[in-house]
């Protein structure tokens, strides 16, 4: 059984823009200062998830450059599903490492779970259809 739940569809793309504005500026933050992104990997607590991965600044950059294309994508409304997954995917090693740990600061770790919330909605939810 479904239940149909009405969404404003102004609300959707009012989340969606939201959303994706924190990945673009994450991502030129990442671009334009890769190794002072880097010094905060090698002062995390978690920093092992990083070097897991490898080179802490070819990381950086590659996840500098993942964020800005699913997040221009995101922006815009193509492949909305897809894009959210590929920033999940960037947003988790990401908080496990910079901000799990992190007591002092728990307010960031806090905002990516919401980020993550939002993504799952769309992830979760066929939004392309409903804005057509």
């Known amino acids: 059984m479904r239940t149909n739940v009405p969404i404003s569809r102004v609300s959707i793309r009012i989340l969606r823009i939201a959303l994706s504005g924190i990945f673009l500026i994450a991502s030129a933050n990442h671009l334009l200062h890769v190794e002072k992104t880097a010094q905060r990997i090698d002062k995390a607590s978690f920093k092992g998830i990083a070097y897991f991965f490898g080179d802490p600044q070819l990381l950086v950059i590659l ?32 908080t496990l490492t910079i901000q799990v740990g992190q007591t002092a600061t728990l307010g960031p770790l806090f905002k990516n779970i919401a980020i993550l919330g939002g993504l799952t909605f769309f992830i979760m939810n066929n939004t392309e259809k409903l804005l057509k």
């Open 63 to 94: 996840s500098g450059l993942v964020m800005l294309i699913a997040g221009l994508l995101f922006l815009i409304g193509y492949k909305t599903k897809w894009a959210a997954m590929v920033l999940v995917a960037v947003l988790i090693p990401i």
